[in-house]
């Protein structure tokens, strides 16, 4: 299968100018219908190394061209479909699909400097958009939308918190480094360093910030959860709070692992359970979802 490409250097840059981290993300297309995202660490010891990172969907025919922004925030395709769709490159969700061509789109490119692109197609038109930054920026999740716990913040959700962070030149670089919300309370001064070769010591020192202050939030709002929406074995929030045959509620799957594993007896009293059936408490859930909203930021 002949694939086209395109592909965009980017990096991650230190606050003084000092650059940190180089890659190369690569964007391949075809006749699967699918684009499909590479990462190229440079090193200057073992030269370039390929890694598969993910597949973008969302077109029903053939893709014929794809494009990153000069600022690499974004990525666009064109397609046999007719229609255009742009992503959001850290996220990977779609921001916009077009529609406006009749016929295949069989080219699209952004300007260099600014939010400017051109697509062509067989309807021998071009056509041009100009996108708002913050607009786009909007488009994505918020902070507000996170979840309350930053343990339970997929890698998407870390993206989302670096960007309303000023921390959005960092997302390329957790991403590649699969850093979801327990790997980003757990990051050290020396991960950063060693790990995530975040050199510059200015940066290093505001993300640690920033992460302490998430840290300080967490215990803030584990010493407020009311005891009876806290697991008995995780001692954790629940999430799927289910009732077991000893009268008292826990967390499904942790319950589940127990009974498996325990020889059926009760967590709490230590009793054989007289069945081993668990009914939802969705009472509690609505509980524990009420308490979630009223302490969302």
């Not at 992460?211 to 300080?216: A, G, Y």
Request: charged share 25%; aromatic share 8%.
């Amino acid at each position: 299968m002949e694939l086209l490409f395109c592909g965009m250097r980017s990096h991650t840059s230190c606050i003084d100018g000092e650059q940190s981290l180089q890659f190369f993300r690569l964007a391949t297309c075809g006749q699967d219908c699918q684009i499909k995202i590479w990462v190229v660490p440079l090193s200057h010891i073992l030269g370039f190394e390929l890694k598969y990172k993910s597949t973008l969907s969302g077109h029903c025919a053939p893709i014929l061209a794809c494009a990153f922004s000069h600022n690499g925030q974004l990525l666009v395709s064109g397609s046999v479909d007719k229609s255009v769709i742009v992503y959001d490159i850290n996220t990977e969700n779609i921001l916009h699909t077009l529609t406006q061509h009749t016929r295949y789109v069989t080219t699209c490119a952004f300007a260099p400097n600014i939010l400017l692109l051109a697509t062509g197609s067989m309807d021998k038109t071009v056509n041009i958009w100009q996108f708002d930054l913050e607009m786009l920026c909007q488009a994505r999740s918020t902070e507000d939308q996170l979840k309350p716990f930053t343990e339970d913040w997929s890698e998407d959700d870390v993206s989302t918190w670096l960007c309303t962070q000023e921390l959005k030149d960092l997302v390329g670089v957790f991403k590649m480094n699969n850093i979801d919300g327990k790997e980003l309370l757990n990051l050290t001064k020396e991960s950063l360093a060693d790990d995530l070769k975040i050199e510059s010591l200015g940066l290093r020192s505001k993300v640690l910030r920033k992460i302490e202050e998430l840290r300080t939030q967490v215990k803030t709002l584990s010493s407020e959860i009311p005891d009876e929406f806290i697991c008995p074995i995780t001692r954790e929030l629940m999430q799927d709070p289910v009732i077991a045959s000893d009268g008292y509620s826990y967390e499904k799957e942790a319950m589940e692992n127990w009974i498996s594993k325990k020889k059926r007896t009760s967590p709490m009293t230590n009793l054989v359970l007289p069945s081993v059936v668990l009914i939802p408490n969705r009472t509690l859930k609505m509980a524990i979802d009420r308490w979630l909203e009223t302490h969302k930021k």
